[in-house]
């Protein structure tokens, strides 16, 4: 009995003949042209897919430009928004301080619009006017030393007058009689005088005693005596 093994070797074997050979050829001609079919619509296939991948990749882009601008719009938004949806809230406090500095301020600008005028008493001169406009002052200058000199000379010029007329006025009295008692009188010139009494506008009666006649001048002391010329004696100050 003979293994199918066997037999299917050399059926493999006949098979390796020249006929076999061209069997081979004529079933290889139908898978050659199957596999160029194969090709043309991978071909295709691949064609196809590109064009779909760029389609794609035009559309995202686009898709990404129109997202851009509108992230961009929103951005550019934002702020705008966000500003008017702020409110300022403002509470004055009024406090004692607050006022008093409030009202010194006041009061400063009250003086600064103010105008300043000056009192028209504490004016002594005109503010406009030149000391040139005035002239020169052509008075003479008086030398206080000078004058005083001056004063003093004319009262010691004044003095020698005055006693000369007291010497003068001294020299016109005549004493005539004395009348001695509680009230003793005296006769000069033929009138009558008594203690107290001025005679010839200079002298003052100080004295009547015995035969003589005691008279007060400028400080100065005087006898008046019977039949005698009169006479000066230096006396005391007399306050009147």
Excluded: W
């Excluded at 071909?43 to 686009?62: H, K, P």
């Excluded at 007329?165 to 010139?189: T, Y």
């Excluded at 003052?204 to 006479?231: C, H, K, M, N, W």
């Amino acid at each position: 009995m003979s293994n199918p093994n066997d037999i299917s070797s050399d059926d493999a074997v006949l098979d390796a003949s020249p006929q076999g050979s061209e069997g081979r050829r004529e079933g290889a001609a139908p898978l050659l042209l199957q596999d160029m079919q194969f090709t043309e619509e991978a071909m295709s296939i691949s064609v196809g897919s590109g064009r779909s991948r760029s389609a794609m990749v035009a559309a995202f882009v686009i898709v990404a430009a129109v997202g851009s601008l509108f992230a961009m719009r929103q951005l550019g938004l934002g702020p705008a928004l966000s500003l008017a949806d702020v409110a300022v809230e403002y509470t004055p406090e009024e406090t004692a301080k607050a006022g008093i500095a409030s009202g010194k301020v006041l009061a400063d600008l009250e003086r600064s619009r103010r105008a300043v005028q000056v009192p028209q008493e504490n004016i002594t001169k005109d503010p406009f006017e030149l000391n040139a406009d005035k002239g020169v002052d052509t008075s003479p200058k008086i030398d206080a030393d000078l004058a005083m000199r001056a004063e003093m000379e004319r009262q010691r010029a004044a003095r020698e007058a005055r006693a000369k007329e007291i010497d003068s006025a001294l020299g016109g009295l005549s004493l005539q009689s004395v009348m001695l008692g509680s009230k003793p009188v005296a006769r000069i010139n033929g009138e009558i005088y008594r203690v107290g009494m001025t005679i010839a506008d200079y002298f003052i009666i100080t004295a009547i005693e015995g035969r003589e006649v005691t008279l007060f001048a400028d400080d100065q002391t005087y006898t008046l005596s019977i039949d005698s010329s009169p006479s000066k004696r230096p006396g005391s100050r007399r306050n009147r």
